[in-house]
């Protein structure tokens, strides 16, 4: 059974930092793209960053507003994905979910082309 464990989550004030994780389960999660996508209330779902697989290796993309404050990373042996969020501001506030896919470079922002989706976690920055 595909399982994508979103994980990591929580409260933070402004400037700090988290990790998220993205355990996966069921299939090999470099043979995908993944990516972190985001939803604040009131607000559509964002595309923030994605690990993608081609068959000439992978790349990592990430949407604008978090370039330079986020990384994403992959632990193939632990078959998980990492997004390390640093300088975090109350526009980062949203809950956060992976999903896996394989979507064509152009399209690695749209939420439906993914085939599976974590449950998400809640990332709150305030004070």
């Known amino acids: 059974e595909v399982q994508l464990q979103a994980s990591g989550g929580g409260l933070v004030q402004p400037g700090g930092a988290l990790r998220l994780s993205c355990a996966a389960s069921?299939?090999?999660?470099?043979?995908?793209?993944i990516s972190w996508f985001r939803q604040a209330p009131g607000k559509e779902r964002e595309w923030v960053s994605s690990i993608r697989h081609s068959g000439t290796g992978s790349r990592i993309y990430y949407t604008d507003s978090v370039k330079g404050r986020f990384t994403l990373s992959r632990d193939n042996a632990k078959n998980t994905a990492y997004l390390q969020m640093n300088s975090l501001s109350p526009e980062d506030t949203a809950i956060y979910y992976c999903?896996?896919?394989?979507?064509?470079?152009?399209?690695?922002?749209?939420?439906?082309?993914?085939?599976?989706w974590g449950q998400g976690t809640q990332v709150t920055v305030s004070d």
């Open positions: 069921g299939f090999t999660l470099s043979s995908y793209t």
């Open positions: 999903a896996r896919g394989r979507p064509a470079l152009g399209s690695i922002a749209n939420g439906d082309l993914y085939y599976d």
